[in-house]
């Protein structure tokens, strides 16, 4: 306390939960918190709860402006009239904010996310109104500095143009298959520090990582990849949400990716757990999620963080028959991983969001890598604080290898026409780079689902429309996602 500053931060894109309040002349205090007191939620959706009193030390922290998402970067307060236990002697303690840069250069580039390539020559050579031949003619890379001004990558192909570009292609997909095996294990071999502890008190059918799996293109490369970085002795569980029993998208791909994964790895043991639900027996929990979720306050916040929160539970069921274990009968699983491996990041960086097609229609690759930037810089207000908030309540850490600064780093270097095309049909053109990793793992099958968000393909938004809208078209015509509850709620 001897500088009288204070020095807090968060990580440069945001994998971990951090809320601010700063001072307001209604709340004097400066706070920082991981998540937003229950009381939050239960105020802001005139939802109570019996016998619960707010504290005095929280009462203020019920109004809707209080919590923001602290953005990404490093800071430091200075601070006057410090008493000597730390506590401030006088409102208007804080004299400065400040907000420092990362001292490694390379996290800086990373957090522009600047891609050097970006349309291809042929394509610009068009847009300059040059005349050219939908064959093979492109021109020779490194000539000079000039050739790859404005993102345009000028390189030979081979005769066959089709065949070139296939080479290419399968050349960096081997690039990203190798950063991200190396990020899957980064995250999980400091868990296999603890194995010999764990075997204490944990079954020979436990395992210490699980997977978010909904059996798309994501999560199945981080479970084929988190096979070949776990001791095989473990069984991974694969955690799949419901609110449709066995009709739901992500349940028909997700029985679809297990048996997928038992070819490729037959001798792993992997346990699809079946967590089904209803919206209407989730009143109390909904409350709950609530207040995890804040300040992100719309209903597909709600949606997705109530999937979440429920995965990361790992409360359901196992087919015993099709997970080929010896009680080949359906019975209750609770999986006890206190580690998450999830596929945030994926879309956000390999054009993945339907409305990457939209610009990439209406702008071209320029207007592609604008929206992809906007995504993967803002990535940390929409997406992480919420979910590393919902995962963490049960006591367990999500983990993120899409974020890994060498994934992403390796992501920058491609072309953006080897990370996707987008005149190629859904299921094929987008994250066409990833499909492309899976191919290289042997999973043909996962190559060729199309991209269908948490909310869609567990069914909960349908559940959540017809409840809180009545019908899906009412919701559709009052652009639900987007609709804050407590508004709403009014």
Same mark, same amino acid.
């Given at each position: 306390?001897?500088?009288?500053?204070?020095?807090?931060?968060?990580?440069?894109?945001?994998?971990?939960?951090?809320? *601010?309040?700063?001072?307001?002349?209604?709340?004097?205090?400066?706070?920082?918190?991981?998540?937003? @007191?229950?009381?939050?939620?239960?105020?802001?959706?005139? #939802?109570?709860?019996?016998?619960?009193?707010?504290?005095?030390?929280?009462?203020?922290?019920?109004?809707?402006?209080?919590?923001?998402?602290?953005?990404?970067?490093?800071?430091?307060?200075?601070?006057?009239?410090?008493?000597? /236990?730390?506590?401030?002697? &006088?409102?208007?303690?804080? !004299?400065?904010?400040?907000?420092?840069? %990362?001292?490694?250069?390379?996290?800086?580039?990373?957090?522009?996310?600047?891609?050097?390539?970006?349309? @291809?020559?042929?394509?610009?050579?068009?847009?300059? +109104?040059?005349?050219?031949?939908?064959? =093979?003619?492109?021109?020779?890379?490194?000539?000079?500095?000039?050739?790859?001004?404005?993102?345009?990558?000028?390189?030979?192909?081979?005769?066959?143009?089709?065949?070139?570009?296939?080479?290419?292609?399968?050349?960096?997909?081997?690039?990203?298959?190798?950063?991200?095996?190396?990020? *899957? $294990?980064?995250?999980?071999?400091?868990?296999?520090?603890? =194995?010999?502890?764990?075997?204490?008190?944990?079954?020979?059918?436990?395992?210490?990582?699980?997977?978010?799996?909904?059996?798309?293109?994501?999560?199945?490369?981080?479970? #084929?990849?988190?096979?070949?970085?776990?001791?095989?002795?473990?069984?991974?569980?694969?955690?799949? !949400?419901?609110?449709?029993? =066995?009709?739901?998208?992500?349940?028909?791909?997700?029985?679809? +990716?297990?048996?997928?994964? =038992?070819?490729?790895?037959?001798?792993?043991?992997?346990?699809?757990?079946?967590?089904?639900?209803?919206?209407?027996?989730?009143?109390?929990?909904?409350?709950?999620?609530?207040?995890?979720?804040?300040?992100?306050?719309?209903? $597909?916040?709600?949606?997705?963080?109530?999937?979440? %929160?429920?995965?990361?539970?790992?409360?359901?069921?196992?087919?015993?028959?099709?997970?080929? $274990?010896?009680?080949?009968?359906?019975?209750?699983?609770?999986?006890?991983?206190?580690?998450?491996?999830?596929?945030?990041?994926?879309?956000?960086?390999? #054009?993945?969001?339907?409305?990457?097609?939209?610009?990439?229609?209406?702008?071209? %690759?320029?207007?592609?890598?604008?929206?992809?930037?906007?995504? !993967?810089?803002?990535?940390?207000?929409?997406?992480?604080?919420?979910?590393?908030?919902?995962?963490?309540?049960?006591?367990?850490?999500?983990?993120?290898?899409?974020?890994?600064?060498? *994934?992403?780093?390796?992501?920058?270097?491609?072309?953006? %026409?080897?990370?996707? &095309?987008?005149?190629?049909?859904?299921?094929?053109?987008?994250?066409?780079?990833?499909?492309?990793?899976?191919?290289?793992?042997?999973?043909?099958? #996962?190559?060729?689902?199309?991209?269908?968000?948490?909310?869609?393909?567990?069914?909960?938004?349908?559940?959540? /429309?017809?409840?809180?809208?009545?019908?899906?078209?009412?919701?559709?015509?009052?652009?639900?996602?987007? *609709?804050?509850?407590?508004?709403?709620?009014?």
């Amino acid at each position: 306390m001897d500088s009288n500053t204070i020095w807090f931060g968060r990580d440069a894109f945001g994998r971990r939960s951090l809320l *601010v309040h700063w001072p307001t002349s209604d709340d004097t205090r400066f706070v920082l918190s991981s998540v937003a @007191p229950p009381s939050f939620a239960r105020n802001n959706s005139d #939802a109570t709860v019996n016998g619960f009193v707010p504290g005095p030390d929280i009462s203020k922290c019920t109004k809707a402006s209080y919590w923001d998402e602290l953005p990404c970067g490093i800071y430091s307060i200075l601070m006057k009239n410090i008493r000597k /236990n730390g506590t401030c002697a &006088k409102e208007g303690w804080i !004299v400065e904010v400040n907000t420092h840069e %990362w001292m490694d250069s390379s996290l800086n580039k990373l957090i522009q996310w600047e891609r050097k390539l970006t349309v @291809p020559a042929i394509e610009k050579s068009s847009i300059d +109104g040059g005349n050219h031949h939908s064959s =093979q003619n492109f021109v020779s890379s490194g000539e000079s500095e000039e050739n790859n001004k404005n993102g345009v990558m000028k390189i030979d192909l081979l005769s066959n143009s089709s065949l070139g570009s296939a080479n290419c292609i399968t050349q960096s997909a081997n690039k990203v298959l190798v950063a991200l095996r190396e990020s *899957v $294990m980064l995250r999980t071999k400091m868990n296999t520090l603890f =194995q010999g502890g764990l075997n204490k008190f944990r079954d020979k059918e436990s395992a210490p990582i699980a997977v978010l799996f909904s059996g798309g293109l994501d999560s199945m490369i981080l479970a #084929a990849l988190l096979d070949q970085c776990i001791d095989p002795k473990w069984t991974i569980d694969l955690l799949n !949400v419901s609110f449709d029993g =066995q009709l739901a998208p992500d349940r028909i791909s997700a029985m679809a +990716g297990l048996r997928e994964l =038992q070819r490729i790895s037959p001798l792993r043991r992997w346990h699809l757990v079946e967590i089904d639900t209803a919206l209407t027996d989730l009143k109390g929990e909904s409350e709950h999620v609530m207040s995890l979720i804040h300040s992100s306050n719309t209903y $597909m916040d709600l949606n997705i963080g109530i999937a979440l %929160w429920l995965a990361a539970g790992g409360d359901g069921w196992v087919d015993g028959s099709a997970c080929l $274990m010896q009680d080949d009968s359906r019975h209750k699983y609770k999986s006890k991983s206190r580690v998450l491996i999830i596929g945030s990041g994926a879309d956000e960086q390999c #054009a993945g969001y339907g409305r990457h097609w939209t610009k990439y229609r209406l702008g071209g %690759w320029n207007a592609l890598n604008e929206e992809m930037r906007l995504d !993967v810089q803002r990535i940390w207000k929409r997406n992480m604080g919420r979910d590393d908030r919902c995962i963490s309540d049960h006591g367990k850490e999500a983990r993120f290898p899409f974020l890994d600064e060498n *994934v992403i780093k390796t992501l920058l270097d491609i072309p953006l %026409w080897e990370i996707a &095309k987008l005149d190629e049909p859904v299921g094929k053109g987008d994250k066409k780079i990833l499909r492309e990793v899976a191919r290289l793992l042997g999973l043909q099958e #996962a190559a060729l689902q199309p991209k269908r968000a948490i909310q869609f393909g567990s069914r909960i938004a349908r559940e959540s /429309n017809r409840k809180n809208f009545g019908n899906n078209r009412a919701a559709n015509q009052a652009s639900a996602g987007s *609709v804050q509850i407590h508004q709403h709620m009014q």
